[in-house]
């Protein structure tokens, strides 16, 4: 916890602007941006939007270094897949995306640099600014990867590696409808030096009911207030993985859920 709050104050005494290499990436990010946000649709554009993500992908390659994830392909893809701002899926985190043959595996590779300056690009989406708060809140998971929102049912206490200066893994369901359900899917993060990691696992635990915390979603559905049906859900939900996140640690699927996020951790370079 003190490592990662620590760089969060690192990050945040540095200046507002990217550093010299990760703004060059930015200012050819953002250009490619503006030309394909004003294009007309056709086989052409198409090709072009392909060349240019190709083309951000090699310089991420070079910013971010050789990436070798367990059981991942060697190269990585632009993690940013659209450059037109209104498609879904529009701004996705900065860095180099490695994914599994059937996508239940996808992992992304980063520098602090772009993490930080991406998080200040989401702050009206509610992201978190702080690193350490960013990457325990659920909008670091819905807006890094995939189109999906996600939400967070619990931490998972993974040990750190000692290369690396802070780790988290969390426990979540994803979805585009009703995310209460049984999470399945984890996440773990880990900052070395000046690199992110990020892997996240779909259908990688079973987990089961907790009948206190049913309870409590009951309880809360069933008040009056507020008359909003939206708002009442969502209320109840907040509740409910409250009660999700300390319940979590004396279930009997837990343990298993750790060791799966630790295996992730492993998984990811040692450097």
Request: with cysteine; net charge neutral; proline share 4%.
């Given at each position: 916890m003190?490592?990662?709050?620590l760089?969060?104050?690192?990050?945040?005494?540095?200046?507002?602007?990217?550093a010299?290499p990760?703004?060059?990436?930015l200012?050819?990010?953002?250009r490619y941006i503006?030309k394909f946000?004003?294009a007309k649709?056709?086989?052409?554009?198409?090709?072009q939007?392909?060349?240019?993500?190709?083309?951000?992908a090699?310089v991420?390659?070079?910013?971010?270094?050789?990436?070798?994830i367990k059981?991942?392909p060697?190269?990585?893809k632009?993690?940013?897949d659209?450059l037109?701002?209104?498609d879904?899926?529009?701004?996705?985190l900065?860095g180099?995306?490695?994914?599994?043959?059937?996508?239940?595996?996808?992992?992304?590779?980063t520098?602090?640099t772009?993490?930080?300056h991406?998080?200040?690009?989401?702050?009206e989406?509610?992201?978190?600014?702080?690193?350490?708060?960013a990457l325990?809140?659920?909008r670091?998971?819905?807006y890094a990867?995939?189109?999906?929102?996600?939400?967070?049912y619990?931490?998972?206490p993974?040990t750190?590696p000692?290369?690396?200066?802070a780790?988290?893994?969390?426990l979540?369901?994803r979805?585009?409808?009703?995310l209460?359900g049984?999470?399945?899917e984890?996440?773990?993060v880990?900052?070395?030096g000046?690199?992110v990691?990020?892997i996240?696992?779909?259908?990688?635990?079973?987990?089961?009911?907790?009948?206190?915390?049913?309870?409590?979603w009951?309880?809360m559905?069933?008040r009056?207030t507020?008359?909003?049906?939206?708002?009442?859900?969502?209320?109840?939900m907040d509740?409910?993985t409250?009660c999700?996140a300390?319940?979590a640690?004396?279930?009997?699927?837990?343990?298993?859920?750790v060791?799966k996020a630790?295996?992730?951790l492993?998984?990811?370079p040692?450097?």
């Amino acid at each position: 916890m003190r490592s990662l709050a620590l760089l969060c104050l690192l990050v945040l005494a540095a200046p507002g602007h990217a550093a010299a290499p990760e703004q060059h990436y930015l200012e050819l990010r953002d250009r490619y941006i503006a030309k394909f946000s004003k294009a007309k649709e056709s086989d052409e554009t198409s090709k072009q939007h392909d060349t240019a993500l190709k083309e951000l992908a090699g310089v991420l390659r070079g910013l971010v270094g050789p990436v070798a994830i367990k059981g991942l392909p060697a190269e990585g893809k632009s993690n940013v897949d659209t450059l037109f701002r209104d498609d879904v899926g529009f701004g996705h985190l900065d860095g180099l995306s490695f994914a599994s043959e059937d996508y239940r595996t996808q992992a992304v590779a980063t520098t602090t640099t772009l993490l930080g300056h991406w998080l200040r690009e989401h702050r009206e989406d509610g992201m978190p600014q702080e690193i350490a708060a960013a990457l325990r809140s659920d909008r670091f998971y819905h807006y890094a990867i995939q189109d999906a929102a996600f939400a967070k049912y619990a931490e998972l206490p993974v040990t750190k590696p000692a290369s690396a200066s802070a780790a988290v893994a969390v426990l979540g369901l994803r979805g585009n409808g009703d995310l209460k359900g049984l999470p399945s899917e984890i996440g773990v993060v880990a900052i070395q030096g000046g690199k992110v990691y990020f892997i996240a696992t779909s259908d990688a635990v079973k987990t089961a009911e907790i009948p206190a915390c049913e309870k409590v979603w009951k309880q809360m559905m069933a008040r009056k207030t507020p008359q909003d049906a939206m708002a009442r859900e969502d209320q109840a939900m907040d509740a409910y993985t409250k009660c999700f996140a300390k319940e979590a640690p004396s279930q009997s699927w837990f343990a298993a859920a750790v060791k799966k996020a630790q295996a992730q951790l492993d998984s990811l370079p040692a450097r």
